[in-house]
């Protein structure tokens, strides 16, 4: 599995929001190095596993947070989406935990599924917001 590189398409231009995007990211390169170069138990996997959807969820939270504060419009959709995340990884934390899956294969799938997920989601839903979020004072 590749590593993932940050690009300049993918700030938003809020500075709170792009550096919590790029942690996401470090979060899913981390669970790669791990899982290629080191070997490691069941548990440590989970464990890493598990900080990428909890930061995911917590992302989501400051977004709607602002969505929220400043009566954004679109926030219905974008809820949505979100929610879409959420429901998927939650599924998949739970199946990973069954006795028969193949670990491995399965890392590899839920990590190159979060970070295809949230490029697009930063490029066609997140970047909608940010000229609204200016107008509200947060850069
Ligand atoms: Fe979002």
């Known amino acids: 599995m590749e590593k993932f590189v940050w690009s300049e398409e993918y700030n ?3 500075n ?3 550096g919590q995007h ?3 990211l470090e979060i ?9 170069g080191q070997n490691p138990t069941k548990e440590q996997i989970f464990n890493l596993l598990e900080e990428l959807g909890n930061y995911a969820f917590y992302h989501f939270g400051i977004e709607e947070g602002y969505f929220d504060k400043f009566n954004y419009q679109e926030a219905p959709l974008h809820i949505d989406a979100h ?4 429901e ?5 934390l739970e199946d990973i935990r069954k006795e028969d899956v193949d670990i491995n ?4 799938e839920i990590v190159s599924y979060s970070t295809d997920w949230l490029l697009k989601h ?5 970047k909608k917001y940010t000229q609204y979020f200016h107008e509200h004072g947060l850069n």
């Open 12 to 14: 938003i231009g809020i």
């Open 16 to 18: 709170e929001i792009d």
């Open 22 to 24: 790029k942690h996401f």
């Open 28 to 36: 899913a390169n981390k669970i790669i190095d791990v899982t290629i």
């Open 83 to 86: 929610n879409n995340y959420r």
């Open 88 to 92: 998927t990884i939650r599924k998949y």
């Open 105 to 108: 294969k399965m890392t590899e």
């Open 122 to 126: 930063i490029v066609v839903m997140d």
